[in-house]
C-alpha cells in the first residue's frame, strides 16, 4: 500500500497551504499592530489548473534545493499524464505558475530555472503531506467543490 501527496505546508512568511486533490493554494496572513497584537487576519485562496498543480507538486517534491532537467517534468507531468509535452508547453505553465504565486506573495526566486541546469526550489520550510492511497475515496472532491473555481482573498479585521 503506497502514500500519495495530499498537500504540502510552507512557511514563507505566513503558513500556505496547498491542496493538490482541490488544486487550491491558500495563505494566512496575521498582520499585527503597533503594540504587537493580532490586528488583521488575511486568507488568500488560489486555485489553479490541474496541469499547474501536477507541474507545482513534481517540484515542490522533487526539486527542493536540488535541480532537476526539463527532460525529467517533461516527463513525470506531462507524459506520464498523456499529455502533449513541449518545450514551450512547460515554459507557458512555468511563467502563469510563477505569476499566479506572486498573486499570493510568495518570493520571486521561490521556484527558479537556470539554462542547462533545469528547474529548482530554493526554500527549506516546505512539508509534505501524504494520505495512504487506501483512503482515496475520502480525497474525492464533491461536484459542489469542482465548481468553484475563482480566486479570492478575504481580509478579516479584528475588532477590539
Not at 491542496?19 to 493580532?38: E, L, M, T
Not at 507524459?79 to 506573495?105: A, C, I, M, P, Y
Not at 475515496?137 to 475563482?150: C, D, E, G, L
Request: hydrophobic residues 35%.
Amino acid at each position: 500500500m503506497g502514500y500519495s501527496p495530499y498537500g504540502f505546508l510552507i512557511e514563507i512568511d505566513d503558513t500556505v497551504h496547498i491542496d493538490v486533490k482541490k488544486n487550491c493554494i491558500y495563505r494566512f496572513h496575521d498582520a499585527q499592530n503597533s503594540n504587537g497584537k493580532p490586528d488583521d487576519i488575511s486568507i488568500g485562496v488560489l486555485y489553479i489548473n490541474n496541469t499547474m498543480m501536477s507541474l507545482l507538486s513534481y517540484l515542490l517534491i522533487h526539486s527542493q534545493n536540488k535541480f532537476i532537467t526539463k527532460e525529467e517534468v517533461l516527463k513525470h507531468v506531462w507524459d506520464e499524464h498523456n499529455l502533449s509535452s513541449s518545450g514551450t508547453r512547460l515554459w507557458q505553465v512555468f511563467t502563469n505558475l510563477k505569476h499566479k504565486l506572486l498573486l499570493l506573495n510568495f518570493p520571486e526566486d521561490f521556484i527558479e530555472y537556470e539554462k542547462r541546469k533545469g528547474y529548482i526550489i530554493r526554500h527549506e520550510n516546505i512539508i509534505a503531506l501524504y494520505y495512504q492511497n487506501k483512503d482515496i475515496k475520502k480525497m474525492k472532491m464533491t461536484k459542489a467543490s469542482h465548481s468553484r473555481r475563482s480566486s479570492v482573498f478575504i481580509n478579516l479585521r479584528q475588532h477590539a
